[in-house]
């Protein structure tokens, strides 16, 4: 019954930037935590980012000082501020969800793909 939508995934040149954004449909829902993960081909899903409703930012080593996440809790928004984009920033990025209300479960998003080249 929850859905994630994301946006602002697409075509960029190395150093370049773009900004990610998902909203979760559930508006009755609660989330302790939203955030990001990536894939590339051949690679484990990981972690980019995740914001918990009490604040607390966790980045993946290779993002930090790159990347920076913001959310609205209210609207069960989270975003995602990629500046000084590499080529290995390369993948699928899925946006995630964690509800604490109604009930305990994680939310996944279709992905949206960012591709980093020349």
């Known amino acids: 019954q929850v859905q994630l939508v994301e946006s602002g995934g697409g075509l960029v040149q190395p150093g370049g930037s773009l900004r990610l954004s998902c909203a979760a449909s559930?508006?009755?829902?609660?989330?302790?935590?939203m955030g990001w993960y990536r894939q590339a081909p051949g690679k484990q899903r990981e972690l980019v980012a995740t914001l918990t409703s009490g604040g607390s930012i966790n980045y993946a080593d290779s993002v930090k000082g790159r990347f920076t996440i913001s959310g609205d809790n209210g609207k069960n928004t989270v975003y995602l501020q990629m500046n000084s984009l590499k080529p290995e920033d390369t993948a699928v990025y899925y946006c995630?969800?964690?509800?604490?209300?109604?009930?305990?479960?994680?939310?996944w998003g279709q992905g949206t793909q960012v591709t980093v080249s020349s």
């Open positions: 995630n969800a964690d509800s604490w209300w109604p009930k305990i479960r994680a939310y």
């Open positions: 559930g508006t009755t829902f609660r989330f302790n935590a």
